[in-house]
């Protein structure tokens, strides 16, 4: 038989086919285990939906459901436009910024204080307290007793003025929980909403708020334009001071230099006249001069610089002669000069510099560039004439000035004088504007509004229920939530073995799911005689794959099936891995039950027998009649009759009677199947082991936790290397089906229970 094609059932795969090697590490959680703990769990989400049920129901009994009423406001800023653009009124617009500050101001004390006090909300049972009867709160009857503990020792509680004070205070707190203030999709819009038990109540308070909110910012503009209207009358009087002041100078100086004429006069338009010539002059002369230094260094540069042929070049590169160029005689003579040195060059090259034409070429050469120095300097002499004259006229201008104002001293004091008077007095008449325009609005001129209501709150029709609706939600979900994560987080504190999987990762072992069955006509430890194309036959093929491959490979007979701790299932694993092996092969298999502190194998498959380990101990040769033999299965079984419990049966397991008659059986059989008592709960393993070939260890699906499998693994290390497989007992038929049919897996009518 190939071990490789029945050594796992379909239920024992993983979702990606793999296997894992063992370590003591936590299996991973997939989604396949988060749904299957919420399938064995399914209580608890149960009881969360119902518990959240229950507390939304009573929210929504319990907790009032409000009226919600809205007004919005539209921050107007076209008006204050307009005004300042026909020169009506200038006041500053809202921006952006400020627009979203006057969410802030509506829910401000300066305007909820007023809307308190207005509508009488201090008394307002609604926004101070419940009612006494029945539902009073504590610090009610604290404060009652308070005020009667004061009164019987004559002290005051408190003056009423601070009892209405906390009254309205805790009013305006109660207002503005309940007030909403939000800006529209457009930026300019705001809207107010509110909401109370009562719908007319709603709709009053906030129409009550827009309306107070506009009346403030109307009584805040009033009162800064009174304040700006005080500072300005008072600027007006110092004004007026000072420009009288600046007169009073400027008629004394005049007096005091014999200027009599009045500003407007004709000396000032005289005066006028000089300095705008007198400017020009200035300007001109300073032309003049500049051009005049230029052709004064230009000529002495060309003077210094120029020899040879290379005078013209240099006297072109001068840049300060540039102006002249203009000049159609020295362009002449220029243009001359040139030919003549080209030609004086040709004819040096071909006869040399002491040849009769070299010598007159060079004397034509010299006379032109004379000629053309004698030409500069007339130019620069008329610049030179036109500077003298502009400086002469500027003089005679500066001399006209003085001698008409009485020198340079006295004009630059009286150009002072005039100009602080005719600031202070254009100043003056500035501020006398605005306080005119300051003045009109204070005295009930244009009333300039920046904000209007532009739909006013009414009665809603209906409750807000979204509150009520999220509450239940919430509640719905959060208790739903908390029974999902009980569920799941008992899976994960658990930590049970309930997966191939997880059972190979902690054991390093091939893993076997064998499901929960029940016996229908023959006892529970025969089911494979009885189903033999159940799921649960199957996967015990995969065990006996197992165990025959070691057979084949090593020779091994004599089976232990062993457990971690009582009540796995390894009784029933033993009996029917016995009863198939027979089925199977017809091989003869010996059933020995070992353990000698319960017995139960005995007590299932040889109930009426009065002898059997304990005697085939003290005689191993009266082995074949001190078995029992199963009609139904034909398994040889040895069971266990002792009338008690004996303190030495480890001693027993380990003799070397247990070997005697384990060699007697090994002759007789060909598999012995053993069933040791459990690992935790005695050494029995750990003596019998030495006689055993190889072992199948039984788990609990859902029972056996991860850490009783590593440390029965760490106690009975000595036994690892010789386990052929791991079987998982008892697994819910349901879980297995619904992993299988989550990974793909579909059995079909392979099995038939």
């Not at 020295?330 to 006869?351: D, G």
Request: net charge neutral.
């Amino acid at each position: 038989m190939d071990a490789r094609t029945n050594d796992l059932p379909p239920a024992a795969e993983f979702a990606d086919g793999s296997h894992s090697a063992g370590s003591g590490a936590r299996p991973s959680i997939g989604v396949t285990d988060i749904f299957e703990a919420l399938r064995r769990g399914w209580r608890f989400p149960l009881y969360g939906l119902l518990v959240g049920l229950a507390l939304a129901t009573i929210a929504f009994v319990y907790i009032p459901t409000p009226y919600k009423s809205s007004a919005r406001i539209l921050v107007d800023r076209s008006v204050n436009r307009y005004l300042q653009t026909n020169r009506i009124a200038d006041q500053p617009t809202f921006d952006e910024g400020e627009i979203g500050s006057q969410v802030y101001v509506l829910s401000s004390d300066s305007v909820i204080l007023p809307v308190v006090r207005a509508l009488g909300l201090a008394h307002d049972k609604e926004f101070v307290g419940l009612p006494k009867m029945g539902g009073a709160r504590i610090s009610d009857y604290l404060e009652d007793l308070k005020r009667l503990i004061f009164k019987s020792v004559g002290a005051n509680a408190g003056e009423p003025n601070d009892i209405e004070a906390a009254l309205e205070r805790v009013a305006a707190e109660s207002l503005v929980k309940r007030l909403t203030v939000t800006r529209e999709d457009v930026a300019n819009v705001i809207n107010v909403a509110f909401e109370s038990n009562d719908k007319f109540k709603a709709a009053m308070i906030a129409n009550a708020i827009a309306d107070n909110y506009i009346a403030t910012s109307m009584d805040a503009k009033l009162q800064s334009t009174r304040v700006a209207s005080h500072w300005l009358q008072e600027r007006l009087v110092e004004l007026k001071k000072q420009v009288a002041d600046a007169d009073k100078a400027l008629e004394e100086f005049r007096t005091a230099n014999n200027l009599k004429a009045g500003a407007g006069g004709p000396n000032a338009e005289l005066r006028a006249s000089l300095n705008a010539q007198l400017t020009s002059a200035q300007i001109a002369t300073a032309e003049a001069k500049s051009r005049l230094d230029r052709i004064r260094r230009g000529s002495l540069d060309e003077v210094t610089s120029i020899s040879g042929t290379d005078a013209l070049n240099n006297t072109a590169r001068s840049g300060v002669i540039n102006f002249a160029l203009n000049n159609s005689d020295l362009v002449r003579l220029r243009s001359q000069y040139r030919e003549a040195t080209a030609k004086l060059a040709e004819v040096t090259a071909r006869v040399g510099t002491q040849h009769e034409i070299a010598i007159k070429t060079q004397r034509q050469a010299d006379d032109l560039k004379s000629a053309i120095q004698a030409e500069e300097r007339r130019i620069a002499d008329a610049y030179a004439n036109e500077y003298q004259v502009a400086a002469a006229r500027e003089a005679e201008l500066a001399a006209s000035v003085a001698r008409l104002f009485g020198g340079s001293d006295a004009t630059n004091e009286l150009r002072e004088l005039e100009s602080t008077a005719e600031t202070l007095r254009n100043l003056y008449n500035n501020t006398l504007q605005k306080f005119k325009e300051t003045n009109t609005i204070e005295t009930g001129g244009i009333p300039i509004q920046s904000a209007r209501v532009i739909s006013r709150a009414a009665p809603p029709l209906s409750k807000n229920s979204k509150k009520a609706l999220a509450v239940m939600a919430g509640s719905l979900f959060f208790c739903l939530f908390l029974g999902t994560g009980a569920a799941i987080g008992r899976e994960w504190v658990a930590d049970v073995l309930r997966t191939p999987r997880a059972v190979e990762q902690v054991t390093g072992k091939k893993c076997v799911v064998l499901p929960m069955v029940e016996a229908k006509s023959g006892p529970i430890e025969e089911y494979v005689l009885e189903a033999p194309y159940s799921r649960f036959t199957e996967a015990l093929r995969g065990i006996k794959a197992l165990v025959d491959a070691n057979r084949i490979v090593h020779g091994a007979k004599v089976i232990g099936v062993v457990s971690s701790v009582p009540g796995e299932g390894k009784t029933t694993v033993g009996a029917n891995l016995a009863s198939l092996v027979v089925a199977a092969t017809g091989a003869r298999t010996l059933l020995i039950d070992s353990d000698f502190h319960v017995r139960k194998l005995s007590a299932a498959m040889a109930p009426e027998a009065r002898e059997g380990l304990l005697e085939a101990l003290q005689n191993p040769t009266r082995l074949p009649w001190l078995v029992s033999k199963r009609q139904h299965s034909n398994v040889h079984v040895l069971p266990c009759v002792s009338p008690a419990r004996i303190p030495n049966s480890a001693e027993l397991l380990g003799s070397p009677e247990m070997a005697q008659l384990l060699a007697v059986a090994r002759k007789s059989y060909d598999c012995i199947i053993v069933e040791i008592a459990p690992i935790m709960s005695v050494v029995d393993v750990k003596m019998i082991e030495r006689f055993v070939d190889q072992f199948v260890f039984v788990l609990e699906w859902g029972g056996t936790k991860r850490d009783v499998v590593l440390d029965a693994l760490s106690d009975a290390e000595i036994i690892d290397d010789r386990i052929a497989g791991v079987v998982l007992n008892k697994a819910d038929p349901v879980a297995l089906r619904h992993a299988e049919a989550f990974n793909g897996i579909r059995p079909g009518n392979y099995y038939q229970d």
